[in-house]
């Protein structure tokens, strides 16, 4: 089992449309989650961290279920830019964070 | 800006040569630097943890004599992926961990050096 797993999608959405994206993850160890968007051929770049209490940024939303083990993604009102892949990403905190990432899961916003 | 570099951006190479990948922090020192690879359609992957002055610590099935890792100074790591072959063909990408001014501490990526093995 992976430790970290996510829909490979694409998801197609047409411009405004809302999309969840969703992850699990198998390690109850894990202390610090996070979404990471990462453009065709160049690195991942972060987009937010996920808290217990549920955050929000601009037009995403994400929540964390440790009891589930699962973490998810709100994106409302998606534009044409956000076509991206979007992963769901994992920490250990050993001094250090160690990132553990999903496949991630591709989104496609048409006009 | 970037915050993190690497160099080259991208390499093509015969089978059998040496390749050495740059990482250098541009506005921090970074203790701690760490390797990923990335193949089509997959995740990253943790290659190995880069820590200034020691011994790189690599993960389950990465072969450290393949993948020499120098971090000579808090501001540079070094990725020598050593013989190459076509299966190492890959993304390369490295971060480095530390503390820019007015933010905490993070993982800040750097560009990725795409490498082609013929």
């Known amino acids: 089992r992976k430790e970290v797993e996510q829909d490979p999608g694409p998801f197609n959405v047409p411009e405004g449309a809302t999309v969840a994206f969703n992850c699990t993850y198998s390690n109850s160890a894990s202390q610090s989650f996070f979404w990471y968007r990462q453009d065709c051929r160049k690195e991942p770049k972060l987009l937010m961290s996920v808290y217990s209490s549920g955050n929000e940024d601009g037009r995403f939303t994400a929540q964390l279920n440790r009891a589930s083990q699962y973490i998810s993604l709100l994106n409302r009102d998606s534009k044409l830019s956000d076509s991206a892949t979007y992963l769901c990403v994992v920490a250990m905190n050993t001094g250090f964070q160690k990132l553990v990432f999903g496949t991630g899961t591709r989104l496609l916003v048409s006009p | ?118």
């Open chain 2, 1 to 118: 800006g970037a915050v993190v570099s690497q160099h080259p951006s991208w390499v093509i190479c015969k089978s059998g040569t040496s390749v050495k990948i740059e990482c250098r922090s541009l506005d921090f020192q970074a203790t701690t630097m760490f390797w990923y690879r990335q193949f089509p359609k997959q995740s990253l992957m943790l290659m190995a943890t880069s820590n200034e002055g020691s011994k790189a610590t690599y993960e389950q099935g990465v072969e450290k004599d393949k993948f020499l890792i120098n971090h000579a100074s808090l501001t540079l790591s070094t990725l020598t992926v050593t013989s190459a072959h076509p299966e190492d063909s890959s993304f390369y990408i490295c971060s480095a961990y530390g503390t820019l001014a007015g933010e905490g501490e993070t993982q800040y990526f750097g560009p990725g050096t795409r490498l082609l093995v013929l």
